[in-house]
C-alpha cells in the first residue's frame, strides 16, 4: 500500500518568504507527527495531531511556526518569514494509534533556506 | 524519557551478525525500548521494540538485559542495504500515559562492508 507521502521533496526559500510543506499520511493513520532533522542530527519532534487535535506542539522553535490537520488526515506545516537556521529536513509520520506506537515515516522535504 | 547511549559508529561485514549495543541505566520499569533505523536520504524506518523479554521479528532480534539497563540489536546476517543510522528510543507506553512522540538522539552509523 501506499507510505506516507511528503511533498515538495525539495524547497529552497530566500529569507523572509513564507513556505507551507504537506504531508500525505497513510489512510486510516490516526496520529500525525511532524519532525525537524538538521544536517547531521536525530530528528526532532516538533508537533503532533490525534485526528484533526493538535494535541502537543511542543517542539515548534517559534511562532512562526504553524501546523494544521483540519480534516483529520492531511496536514501542512507552514513556517513564515523563513530564516536560514530553518534549513533543515522536515519528516512527517503516521501512526494507527496502536499500543505499538509504530511510526511510519515520509521521505522528508528538505527545506534550504538562502 | 530516559536518555540513551551508543558508539558513533560501527562495521561489520557482510553476512555476518552485526551486533548494536545500547545503554540505558537510567530506563524505567514502564518503558519500552524501541529501534529505528534511517537509511541515507529516507525517513526512519522502525525495526523492532520490547519492554523485558527477547523479540524477534523478520527485521532484528532485540536482546534485553536481565536488568534493562542495556539491549543489543542483532542483524543476523547483515546486508549492504542495511548500511543506515541505527537510533535506540526509549519511552512510556502509551497505556501509561507516555507520549506519543519519538525523542532521537545521534544515533549509530553501521556500516556493512562488501
Known amino acids: 500500500g501506499a507510505g506516507v507521502s511528503q511533498s515538495p521533496r525539495y524547497k529552497v526559500a530566500k529569507r523572509g518568504q513564507d513556505v507551507a510543506l504537506r504531508c500525505d499520511p497513510i489512510?486510516?493513520?490516526?496520529?500525525l507527527f511532524w519532525y525537524q532533522q538538521a544536517l547531521g542530527q536525530g530528528p526532532e519532534f516538533l508537533t503532533y495531531?490525534?485526528?484533526?487535535?493538535?494535541?502537543?506542539k511542543s517542539g515548534l522553535p517559534s511562532d512562526r511556526f504553524f501546523a494544521e490537520r483540519p480534516e483529520g488526515s492531511v496536514s501542512t506545516l507552514k513556517i513564515q518569514r523563513t530564516q536560514q537556521e530553518d534549513s533543515a529536513v522536515y519528516l512527517c509520520a503516521s501512526s494507527p494509534g496502536t499500543e505499538k506506537n509504530e511510526q511510519y515515516f515520509g521521505p522528508g522535504t528538505r527545506l534550504t533556506v538562502t | 524519557d530516559a536518555k540513551t547511549t551508543q558508539p558513533p559508529s560501527m562495521d561489520c561485514a557482510e553476512g555476518r551478525a552485526a551486533n548494536l549495543p545500547c545503554n540505558h541505566s537510567t530506563i524505567s520499569g514502564n518503558e519500552y525500548v524501541y529501534w529505528y533505523r534511517q537509511i541515507h536520504s529516507q525517513g526512519p524506518q522502525y525495526i523492532i521494540h520490547?519492554?523485558?523479554n527477547n523479540e524477534t521479528n523478520e527485521m532484528a532480534s532485540l536482546i534485553i538485559t536481565e536488568d534493562r539497563k542495556s539491549s543489543t540489536l542483532i542483524l543476523p546476517h547483515a546486508t549492504l542495504r542495511d548500511t543506515a543510522v541505527y537510533y535506540c528510543?526509549?519511552?512510556?507506553?502509551?497505556?501509561?500515559?507516555?507520549?506519543?512522540?519519538?525523542?532521537f538522539g545521534k544515533g549509530m552509523k553501521l556500516t556493512v562492508n562488501p
Open positions: 495531531f490525534q485526528n484533526e487535535a493538535q494535541l502537543d
Open positions: 520490547g519492554l523485558k
Open positions: 489512510s486510516g493513520h490516526v496520529s
Open positions: 528510543i526509549v519511552r512510556v507506553a502509551r497505556a501509561q500515559g507516555g507520549s506519543e512522540k519519538l525523542v
